[in-house]
Every structure is written in C-alpha cells, then in structure tokens.
C-alpha cells in the first residue's frame, strides 16, 4: 500500500477522513508525503509482527488440541502422553468437572503448559513428536523455527535477537535498529513454512488413527 499512499492524502490532513477528535496523532503530523510514507512504514510493520506472534499463537493452540483429542481416544498409553511431567491435582480440581472431557482437558492442559514454559519451542515440537510416535522430518520441524522463535524475540526484546539466534538463523537478516528484519517475502516464507509443519502433524496424526475420525471430515 506504499506505493498507492498519495491516494489516501488529505487536503488539510496526512490522511482523507483523518480528524483531530477521530485520530488526534495522526492529525497533527506533517501532510505530506514523507511523513506518510513513515506512518504507513510503520503500520505495515505492525501488522507482520501481528503477524508472527498470532501464527505462533496458533500453532500452540493446535498442538494443544491435538494432544487433548489423542488423550480423549486413547490411542496413545498415558504414562507416554505425560512423560516425565508429574501432574498433581486436588480432589477439588477433579470434583468441579462434570464430564471424563473436562478432566483430560484440565490434564492435557496442564502437561503442554509445563511444555511451553520451558520456553523452549523447538523442544516442545520434539517432545509431541516423540510422544507421538509421529514420523515427521526434522527438517521440516527446522524450518519453522526462526519464524515460531521470532515471536518470543518479538515479545521480549522488541524484535532484537541474541547472539544464538543470530548464530543459528544467518538468513534472517536485521534492519537498522538491530531487529529481525520482516518484510513480504519473509512473511510469505514463514506461512509456507508453518503451514507445511502443521500439514505434517495432520498426515501423521491422521495415518496412525490418532484423533477422531470426524476431525478429517
């Protein structure tokens, strides 16, 4: 939308509608078109690392899914789905559940939060891997990770990476602030890439009849 960013000016004001009630900060820059080519800089930034964090989002909401729907078939022998994770409850956290549902639901919750706050993602996608017993090519599982680690980056250090990120993932390039550098062509390689590892997990999970049948239909 760069290049059609003239379109969008106002008479008086940078933008066409923009008010000082409506969008004071907005009213009070520059009409002009370097200071549009700024904001809209700016937005378009905001949106790809909107971007990044919710595909990373996501995928853990899918991985939790499927965990929770293995568990409720029971394909899966439960000493294996939990692992080394001990999981205690209270008699009160099991009699406030109604159904046998809510009671995986409340275990399977638990078992991926102690999974995700290792704050290690690459070693939760090996984990539900290996739980799994899933056939899944670690290179595929690679080839997700800059863009899933570029969330926690994003999250916790306003895109800035360390040393062993920058040393693992040469080819994520940095912009002029010293943050991972977002633009079309890596937002397209992130989807392709995600898209292909979460394809991966359904084709498994789907060979060995791991979730319900209705979950394909």
Request: hydrophobic share 40%; net charge positive.
């Amino acid at each position: 939308f760069l290049m059609n960013k003239e379109y969008c000016a106002g008479n008086e004001a940078i933008f066409r509608l923009t008010t000082l009630k409506g969008q004071p900060k907005l009213s009070k820059r520059q009409n002009s078109e370097q200071s549009r080519t700024l904001v809209l800089r700016h937005l378009q930034h905001t949106i790809y690392v909107t971007f990044i964090k919710e595909i990373y989002e996501e995928v853990m909401s899918y991985f939790s899914y499927v965990l929770f729907n293995v568990a409720n078939v029971g394909s899966i022998a439960s000493e294996r789905l939990i692992g080394n994770n001990s999981c205690n409850f209270t008699a009160n956290d099991i009699l406030t559940k109604t159904t046998k549902e809510e009671i995986i639901s409340m275990v399977t919750n638990r078992i991926f939060r102690v999974l995700e706050n290792k704050r290690d993602t690459l070693l939760l996608i090996t984990e539900l891997k290996n739980r799994l017993a899933l056939e899944i090519s670690d290179d595929i599982i690679k080839a997700a990770m800059p863009f899933l680690l570029a969330r926690h980056i994003y999250v916790h250090t306003d895109g800035v990476p360390d040393a062993t990120y920058s040393n693992n993932y040469p080819n994520m390039k940095l912009d002029n602030k010293g943050r991972i550098k977002l633009n079309k062509l890596i937002i397209h390689k992130a989807r392709v890439a995600i898209n292909q590892l979460i394809a991966e997990f359904d084709r498994e999970v789907k060979k060995y009849n791991l979730l319900p049948i209705t979950e394909f239909e």
